[in-house]
């Protein structure tokens, strides 16, 4: 543990240190390095670090305010080339028992950019819901994905249910299980790297077309960032990202 914890300090007094970083609000370099503010966090979650051979992710925020926070992740990561390393991301906190019938509109938008893009990763965002208003908020009865770039190959869980028009562009729909989870993953053709929609309107699409049962399921998370597979090192900057419930 110690040795992890050493590893980990002399890693980020190993990176260049500019004038930049005094301003930035949180390094996060720590598994699930965490950080909270304005109605928004920031977490590293390193979940599947454990699958690969060697690398290491550190997740910064760079500034934010009520209406949105930018944020960036520098990562490399080898081994284990279909396994997730981690979901670094930004999440708008959500208030608890609000049902997706009951929320009117999920307006969001991001400007992202990848400095590498020679690496196996998705930009994407996650959203859980649950029956339980209470359910754990790091899994659900369902979760919707919404891949604004699919990099280096890497594909969703489930199989491909064809294209669908939804928030006025073209995605292809996946459907599969994680565990007891129901998975639906839009995937655009091309990286959106300025995306901004309703989200509501992708739950609307799932209600109509895939039995998704609006009214009793809670909006449990409302996030956005990226998974990597392999590659790197990249950096995965996002210059603004604003999520609204209303
Ligand atoms: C971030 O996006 C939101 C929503 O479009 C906007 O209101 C806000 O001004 C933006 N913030 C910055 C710093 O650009």
């Not at 199989?159 to 839009?186: C, I, K, P, T």
């Not at 995306?195 to 609006?214: G, M, T, W």
């Amino acid at each position: 543990m110690q040795l992890s914890l050493l590893f980990l300090s002399s890693l980020a007094a190993a990176s260049p240190l500019t004038a930049l970083d005094k301003r930035q609000q949180a390094t996060l370099c720590e598994r699930y390095g965490y950080w909270s503010g304005n109605g928004y966090e920031v977490n590293n979650n390193n979940w599947g670090k454990d699958s690969a051979t060697s690398g290491q992710q550190c997740t910064y925020v760079d500034s934010s305010s009520g209406s949105g926070v930018a944020w960036h992740t520098t990562w490399k990561w080898e081994g284990g080339q279909n396994n997730v390393k981690s979901y670094a991301n930004c999440n708008r906190q959500v208030p608890k028992g609000r049902t997706i019938a009951s929320i009117s509109s999920l307006q969001t938008s991001i400007s992202w950019s990848y400095s590498n893009t020679n690496i196996r990763a998705n930009v994407a965002y996650d959203l859980f819901t649950a029956a339980d208003p209470n359910h754990a908020t790091s899994s659900g009865d369902y979760e919707l994905m919404i891949w604004l770039a699919r990099l280096g190959g890497v594909y969703p869980i489930g199989s491909s249910q064809g294209h669908v028009n939804v928030a006025g562009r073209d995605w292809e729909l996946w459907v599969g299980m994680n565990g007891a989870m129901r998975v639906y993953s839009f995937v655009a053709s091309s990286p959106i790297n300025d995306f901004s929609a309703d989200v509501k309107q992708f739950f609307n699409h799932l209600e109509s077309s895939q039995n998704f049962p609006s009214n009793s399921q809670h909006l449990l998370i409302f996030q956005a960032g990226t998974e990597p597979f392999t590659g790197g090192e990249t950096t995965f900057t996002v210059r603004n990202y604003s999520a609204n419930i209303a």
